[in-house]
């Protein structure tokens, strides 16, 4: 267990609608990423928060959004979901930003038919 | 742009093969590697590489960073069904880790 959890771990929605994925970091860490792994791709770079506020941006959608919170959970909004969307999302954090290791959740699979 | 690159994309070997898994990148920030490992769910951290030429090890894994020529390592000895799965190697520049896409490795018994 990594103690970074996710929520929820499957989700099936349909084409044009809007989901939330949620992520609590483990105890202390101030930072939080973003990634999306589809079946034939690596894992893509989305967004790094830290302390609340945005460092970093990948090749993220304009119809993604992302925030941090001050519990430091974080939030990732996926809206006019199409079925490319569908992959695993994995929300990893990390407790020191230069030399730290990055600690996955166990994914959220989202699925859009 | 920032890139990091794994070969081969997929290897199969027998059990107790030994394996080397090569990662290269090009960084403008590099700030340490890292090495994980994947099966089917969350990756899980190996190593964490900051300074060449040092030898990270853990039981039959060992890996080591050539910062001169921008590259990294990571070999399995005596290789076991246990070991199948995709290696993945990412480079933290400061404000974001970029992964390579992989190398997905199948041991036979």
């Known amino acids: 267990d990594s103690g970074v959890t996710q929520t929820p771990k499957h989700l099936i929605t349909a084409t044009g609608q809007r989901v939330t994925l949620r992520c609590s970091p483990r105890s202390g860490d101030l930072s939080v990423y973003w990634y999306q792994q589809s079946l034939d791709q690596g894992l893509q770079f989305l967004i790094h928060y830290y302390n609340g506020e945005e460092r970093a941006k990948g090749n993220i959608l304009e119809r993604f959004s992302a925030q941090q919170f001050p519990d430091l959970h974080s939030e990732l909004n996926l809206s006019s979901l199409e079925l490319g969307d569908s992959a695993l999302y994995f929300c990893?954090?990390?407790?020191?930003?230069?030399?730290?290791?990055?600690?996955f959740g166990e994914g959220s699979r989202l699925t859009v038919l | 742009e920032d890139k990091v690159v794994q070969s081969p994309l997929s290897l199969v070997v027998h059990e107790g093969d030994t394996v080397t898994l090569n990662c290269s990148y090009e960084v403008t920030n590099f700030r340490s590697l890292l090495w994980y490992k994947q099966e089917k769910k969350a990756p899980t951290f190996l190593f964490m590489l900051?300074?060449?030429?040092i030898e990270k090890k853990s039981g039959r894994l060992s890996s080591i960073l050539d910062k001169k020529e921008l590259f990294s390592i990571l070999n399995i000895t005596a290789t076991q069904t246990g070991d199948s799965a995709v290696y993945l190697c990412?480079?933290?520049?400061?404000?974001?880790?970029?992964f390579g896409t992989g190398t997905s490795l199948t041991v036979i018994p």
């Open positions: 990412a480079v933290n520049t400061g404000n974001q880790f970029y």
């Open positions: 900051t300074s060449s030429g």
């Open positions: 990893a954090s990390s407790g020191q930003v230069n030399t730290g290791e990055l600690f």
